[in-house]
C-alpha cells in the first residue's frame, strides 16, 4: 500500500477541554489511497464529536453517505449506502491503566500528550469499509424481477444448466 495522506487529523495540544465537532467529506480520492479494488468509487460525510478531558477525549464518529463497488452477481457497479456510528476513547500516553479487558468492544488509542494532533484517516477507512454488507448484489424491481445485467444473468443460469 501506497502512503495514504492524512484526511482526518484533530488537533490535540491546544484543543479546549471540552466538546468539539469536526466534520469532514471524503470522496474516491480518500479510497483510492488505501488501493482496495473492492471500493470503486465514494461520498461519504463524516462528523467526529470530540470531548476532551485532562487525560484522555472521547471521539464518537458518526458517517453516511454511497460508495459504489461490483455486484457480487453481475460484476456491474452498485451503489451502497453506509452509515454507522463508532466510539474511540483516546488516552493520553501519561496514563499508565491497560485497556478494560472485559469490554472487548471499546476501542482505545494510546498517543503521547505532547502530540500536536492525532490522525484518525485509518480509524474512520477501517469504519467505512465495516459498514459495507457481506453480500452485495443489484436488488429486484418492484415485479420482482433482478435489476443485475440480464446478459450476465443469462451466461450465469446457463452455464448452471451446462449449457
Not at 57 to 80: I, P, Y
Amino acid at each position: 500500500m501506497s502512503e495514504v495522506r492524512n484526511y482526518i487529523v484533530l488537533p490535540l495540544r491546544n484543543l479546549e477541554k471540552r466538546k468539539h465537532t469536526f466534520k469532514f467529506r471524503v470522496e474516491t480520492e480518500f479510497f483510492s489511497d488505501f488501493q482496495n479494488p473492492e471500493i470503486i468509487e465514494g461520498s461519504v460525510e463524516i462528523s467526529l464529536e470530540v470531548e476532551k478531558f485532562s487525560l484522555f477525549m472521547n471521539v464518537v464518529l458518526t458517517f453516511s453517505g454511497v460508495l459504489t463497488v461490483s455486484c457480487d452477481r453481475c460484476l456491474e457497479d452498485l451503489d451502497v449506502p453506509v452509515e454507522g456510528e463508532n466510539m474511540l476513547s483516546v488516552v493520553f500516553e501519561q496514563v499508565l491503566d491497560k485497556p478494560d479487558e472485559e469490554n472487548p468492544d471499546e476501542d482505545i488509542i494510546y498517543v503521547n500528550a505532547e502530540d500536536e494532533d492525532i490522525d484518525l484517516t485509518v480509524y474512520v477507512y477501517e469504519s467505512i469499509c465495516l459498514a459495507l454488507p457481506i453480500q452485495r448484489v443489484h436488488g429486484d424491481d418492484e415485479n420482482g424481477k433482478s435489476l443485475c445485467n440480464p446478459e450476465m444473468l443469462k451466461y450465469i443460469t446457463n452455464r448452471i444448466n451446462g449449457f
